[in-house]
């Protein structure tokens, strides 16, 4: 069955320090990856996609960078953490055709 | 321009009654649609979805209608269980989309 880990689970992190979070999806190949993030009182933004290794669409301008380098593996990323970058970050997949996602259990990131 | 609304931010009910969660949208070009719930801390899950070629999809306790000319749908679930307080977001896509567009979400609170 498909299974998809992301972590870790939460995360303190001082301004200006980097961010590596990482997911990865088990049974299931050429799945398309998605970061998404929900800040406090608002819904779930989309951050990055891709489609394939070393293919990243970024949705928003922002402070936050995405890499495939593997197949199952999709890394969220920041060489310098802001303030505004905390949140609740999700990463998700789906197949092609599919019609829906599978979310991970998510990062709490707290910059302070 | 947010495309998928859903303007009741919360909403409380008591237990054994129906829940309506509403959600609106604007491109006329959305042909699916899912709902999703998510506890606290944890990624959401999906609960139910809809295409537009029905104007109802039933599952259990959870009804979703799609009112296709009004670009809205709603979400019931009958009886509200304590179990069901949690956010629930919309999300939308069209047939040539890569990705669904989700709304803010509408945090339940069934009370016992």
């Known amino acids: 069955s498909q299974t998809i880990h992301q972590w870790p689970a939460t995360l303190v992190q001082p301004v200006g320090s980097p961010l590596s979070l990482e997911c990865t999806v088990e049974g299931t190949s050429n799945p398309n990856l998605y970061w998404y993030r929900q800040a406090a009182g608002r819904g779930l933004q989309l951050l990055f996609y891709s489609v394939g290794i070393g293919q990243i669409s970024s949705e928003v301008p922002q402070n936050l960078s995405a890499s495939r380098p593997q197949d199952r593996q999709f890394i969220l990323s920041s060489k310098k953490l802001l303030l505004s970058d905390s949140g609740f970050y999700l990463c998700a997949w789906s197949v092609l055709d599919s019609l829906g996602y599978t979310f991970g259990s998510g990062t709490r990131l707290t910059v302070v | 321009d947010q495309q998928v609304k859903q303007n009741s931010p919360s909403l409380s009910v008591q237990e054994g009654r129906i829940s309506i969660l509403n959600c609106d949208y604007t491109n006329s070009m959305f042909d699916y649609f899912l709902w999703y719930k998510k506890y606290p801390a944890e990624g959401p899950t999906f609960l139910i979805s809809i295409s537009s070629i029905k104007d109802k999809n039933e599952d259990g306790r959870f009804t979703v209608f799609l009112n296709k000319s009004a670009k809205h749908l709603s979400l019931h679930i009958v009886p509200s269980q304590p179990g069901d307080s949690a956010v629930y977001f919309c999300?939308?896509?069209?047939?040539?989309?890569?990705?669904?567009?989700f709304g803010p979400g509408t945090r339940l609170s069934v009370l016992p």
């Open positions: 999300a939308a896509k069209d047939n040539y989309g890569q990705n669904f567009v």
